[in-house]
């Protein structure tokens, strides 16, 4: 299509200024963390790196940073597993209803968070507590494993449907077993796909709001928890503001290595 | 006596391993067993249970649920005005992002798709990813901050004797526009991305002129990705109560009504729950149609 000039310059001014409205809020939040004062007002009275230390010494937001890293690891392992699993199910096996097994998978992440929640609320409730099981760590890593099944699912089945089994045969022919073609073959293959698909799991895990806030008994606060219960007080706002510009600046990790990983991964969304 | 000589032969691995390759109807019940006990026990087990308190009620001296059978909670859906607008508040909301976010996506991803210099396009794209990974919280919290008092909004629109728009429905639906808009510029240009170059150069050859080539040629072929995109922001933006607590004032859509119903009227807020679902599957039904589903 040919464009004319004055077109092109106004798709990249619009282009730019789509880019800034993604980008400024995250630049504010980083330059909100060295703002002296207590409120948000803007232009900040001076810069400074107090509330860094403070932040930094604060137990409260360590804590929950800690909770959210075990919850985080706990539900990625277990979506690992259960993910995989349907996976090899899905792409090497075909049978009656394989296409609603695909369809639950993604449910968990498709209806409203609150749903999930309360469901998942209701029925620890009622079941797990008569058994002395209370809401607290366990069952927030079941509550973020069902949702994150399906980003290691989605990941290792798109692996599995680009390499053929002819690979996995081949080893057979050669004597190798069920197992051994596994090892051998098999898991190599789909290394990559399983470290992009933990990686998101982990990345969902550790973002997640919603369902940890139904999930979670009193005494576990993960840090979206903490933010969330934080935020409105001014007291603690400079903590704040440090920990939401230090997950800014995280975030920057996640999408490095998923690029690394494989060009697939990163530009495919992030369910 | 042979064949059990020979498999008292191989260790008992192999012999698994062999089991397991001669019958591929135990090996996927292996497989499926673990997954479907915790998808299909667990979480759909959870949420039938969850439409079936729909149906029960409260007892409304001491906040009992009352298992008997009722259609009083949707009938309360219906008629009570407050339910009425909060839903249809929210619907209008999750349109308004949606739209929003088509409109701020469409230049964007036109211009990382088919503007700039082909080298820089992957590290565009990153560049519009990125933010995808930054927390749902921190962003909402960025807005908050943006449109706080004597925040970034006021001081700038200051000069035109303005001010921002404060807490509420329309920080509501800034903030959720600015939280999906990813979700809306990928699909956008991948679509553009993979739109071959030589229709728009026929459409060229036979006289159409840039506005007559992208009504009639890009908008048909990219508007199935529009629809794909707005799955994505239609149902993020229903289900939403946390941006609404953090930026929204006063203002309440259909999340916070289940949230706030949830300690004190369970089955209230179930049924209350259902509304979004519905929603979402009637929204989904409609786009189908489109062919967005498949370029999900």
């Not at chain 1, 053929?164 to 596994?182: H, I, N, Q, V």
């Not at chain 2, 008992?12 to 673990?34: E, F, I, K």
């Amino acid at each position: 299509m040919q464009l004319s000039r004055s077109a092109r310059i106004a798709l990249r001014v619009a282009a730019g200024l789509g880019f800034a409205v993604i980008y400024v809020p995250l630049a504010l939040v980083l330059v909100n963390s060295f703002n002296p004062d207590r409120s948000a007002s803007w232009p900040p009275p001076g810069l400074t790196f107090h509330w860094w230390s403070v932040a930094w010494e604060n137990t409260g937001a360590r804590e929950a940073l800690w909770v959210s890293v075990k919850a985080g690891l706990g539900a990625t392992a277990i979506a690992l597993v259960l993910g995989t699993l349907i996976a090899f199910a899905v792409a090497r096996h075909g049978f009656f209803g394989r296409d609603a097994i695909s369809f639950v998978v993604v449910l968990p992440i498709a209806l409203p968070g609150i749903v999930t929640g309360i469901a998942l609320n209701s029925a620890f409730s009622t079941v797990l507590e008569p058994l002395g099981v209370g809401l607290g760590m366990f069952t927030v890593v079941v509550g973020h494993a069902t949702f994150c099944i399906v980003v290691v699912f989605n990941n290792v089945v798109a692996r599995l449907r680009r390499t053929s089994g002819s690979y996995e045969e081949a080893a057979m022919d050669l004597g190798a077993d069920t197992f051994r073609a596994f090892v051998d073959i098999t898991f190599p293959l789909i290394r990559s796909a399983l470290l992009a698909g933990g990686l998101l799991a982990f990345a969902l895990s550790f973002d997640e709001i919603v369902v940890t806030t139904f999930t979670a008994g009193p005494g576990v606060e993960t840090l979206p928890i903490w933010i969330f219960n934080n935020m409105t007080r001014p007291q603690q706002a400079p903590v704040v503001n440090v920990v939401a510009a230090v997950l800014v600046l995280l975030s920057v990790i996640p999408i490095y290595v998923a690029q690394r990983l494989s060009a697939d991964t990163a530009t495919e969304s992030r369910i | 006596m042979t064949s059990t000589a020979q498999a008292a032969g191989r260790s008992p691995v192999r012999r698994l391993a062999g089991t397991l390759h001669r019958r591929p109807r135990l090996r996927l019940s292996l497989l499926l067993t673990a997954p479907l006990l915790w998808l299909a026990v667990l979480y759909l087990g959870s949420l039938a249970v969850l439409f079936i308190s729909a149906f029960w009620t409260t007892d409304s001296f001491t906040s009992e649920v009352v298992k008997v059978w009722s259609t009083d909670n949707f009938e309360a859906l219906f008629t009570t005005p407050v339910f009425r607008q909060v839903i249809l508040r929210s619907v209008g909301v999750a349109l308004a992002v949606t739209a929003l976010c088509a409109v701020i996506a469409f230049p964007v991803a036109f211009f990382t798709a088919r503007i700039a210099k082909p080298k820089w396009r992957p590290l565009l794209v990153v560049a519009i990813l990125t933010p995808l990974w930054a927390s749902y919280l921190v962003k909402v919290y960025a807005w908050r901050l943006i449109l706080s008092q004597g925040g970034l909004a006021d001081w700038m629109l200051k000069p035109l004797g303005l001010s921002g728009p404060g807490y509420g429905l329309t920080a509501t639906v800034i903030a959720l526009t600015y939280l999906w808009l990813p979700y809306m510029i990928l699909p956008i240009h991948t679509a553009l991305e993979q739109l071959p170059a030589n229709l728009l150069d026929a459409s060229a050859d036979l006289g159409a002129r840039a506005g007559r080539t992208f009504r009639s040629v890009v908008l048909p072929m990219v508007l199935p990705s529009v629809a794909a995109g707005s799955v994505f922001t239609f149902s993020l933006s229903l289900g939403d109560y946390i941006t609404v607590q953090i930026v929204g004032g006063k203002s309440q859509l259909i999340g916070n009504l289940v949230y706030s119903n949830i300690e004190l009227n369970l089955p209230m807020a179930a049924a209350l729950g259902t509304v979004p679902v519905v929603v979402i599957v009637l929204y989904l039904l409609a786009m189908r149609r489109t062919g967005a589903l498949s370029s999900l």
